[in-house]
């Protein structure tokens, strides 16, 4: 009973974080950044139905501890990173992400899943 109890306070501590987009970019990478932050803007409403929080982290001394945190290659223009709930990295890349792929691959992740048959 203890554990059930306890994997049910994890499983609702887990829900409420949102997920995470990270742009990492560099001054090489600030076109593709724009262009990343602009494909994600035409689709305001689709990132607030999936609880995404998008950040943007330049190569600068005040972001330093973000990109280690992440272990992003210093030496790389642009990194995307889709951070889950969980707080589990889902996907890394290092060219624009289309919106159809972001949200194909949160749409498929089980905890999307329960969230979308729980709405009325």
Known sequence: MKALLGLTLIAMLIADQ?????????????ETWKEQVSTLNGRQKDIRDRDIEVKSFSNSKE???EWRKWKIDTTSAFTFLLIGRDGGEKL??????????????I???????NEVKQKP
């Open 107 to 113: 749409d498929a992740m089980p905890m999307r899943r």
């Open 92 to 105: 890394r890349s290092n060219e624009v992400v289309s919106p159809e792929k972001l949200f194909g691959l």
């Open 63 to 65: 972001n330093i501890p």
């Open 18 to 30: 949102p997920r995470r987009v990270l742009l990492f970019y560099t001054d090489n990478g600030k």
